[in-house]
């Protein structure tokens, strides 16, 4: 089934540990995104790749890394987790091959990061 | 620089009466407008993409209309229903953007029984 998941969906961490955040897309899009979202407040892009081996840093300053060895998978790397690293963070993926929204985006259903 | 405002910021009606959602952007050159539903601490579902060619989408008790020239977007939701209740994104991606979007702040819409 074409998707994309995101994991874990709740995280809760102690401050200065490495963190990973998972995020795989079925539908075979070659350009995925994150966002980063705090409560109450509007989206903002951190990273994008266009494709395997393409990453970009977003609109939004962000301390966090991303890789994309596969097509399907663009996970997010905190190297030393801190309290104002605290949000919600939203992966996606656009394009049309399998997809479900054409040329718009499809989201994933975010990881609710909390940093202590 | 594109900005997206979206109108109102809340809004609160008793189930089963028609709205109107309001989106503008600043900048007319765009590539397609997409509209997302957001329930509390979820993600986002996408709801209705419109292309820049076309001027509406339609799905289910939703319409989207988007009128380019003047960066104007609308979504109406008809007979509306409880389970309506979230907030609504209107997101646009602008030609030579490569592919990002630009978000509104959200219409927070509650529909009460």
């Known amino acids: 089934e074409a998707d994309i998941y995101q994991t874990p969906r709740y995280l809760v961490i102690g401050t200065g540990k490495k963190i990973t955040l998972e995020c795989s897309q079925t539908?075979?899009?070659?350009?995925m995104y994150w966002y980063q979202q705090d409560p109450g407040m509007e989206l903002h892009l951190i990273h994008y790749?266009?494709?395997?081996?393409?990453?970009e840093k977003g609109d939004l300053s962000s301390e966090s890394t991303v890789s994309r060895i596969r097509t399907e998978h663009f996970p997010l790397t905190l190297e030393s987790a801190r309290p104002s690293h605290t949000s919600q963070y939203l992966c996606?993926?656009?394009?049309?091959?399998?997809?479900?929204?054409?040329?718009?985006?499809?989201f994933g259903s975010g990881t609710r990061l909390t940093v202590v | 620089k594109q900005e997206v405002t979206q109108i109102p910021a809340a809004l609160s009606v008793p189930e089963g009466e028609n709205l109107v959602l309001n989106c503008s952007f600043t900048d007319s050159a765009i590539y397609n407008l997409q509209w997302f539903r957001q329930d509390p601490g979820k993600g986002l579902t996408s709801l209705l993409l419109i292309q820049s060619s076309q001027r509406e989408q339609t799905s289910g008790r939703l319409n989207a209309s988007l009128d380019k020239s003047s960066g104007r977007s609308t979504l109406y939701i008809a007979a509306s229903q409880p389970g309506d209740s979230a907030t609504y994104l209107c997101?646009?991606?602008?030609?030579?953007?490569?592919?990002?979007?630009?978000f509104g702040k959200g219409t927070l819409l509650t529909v009460n029984p």
């Open positions: 996606a993926s656009s394009g049309i091959p399998g997809t479900i929204n054409g040329y718009g985006y499809t």
């Open positions: 790749s266009y494709g395997v081996n393409s990453t």
């Open positions: 539908m075979g899009h070659d350009k």
């Open positions: 997101a646009v991606r602008r030609r030579g953007s490569n592919y990002k979007l630009t």
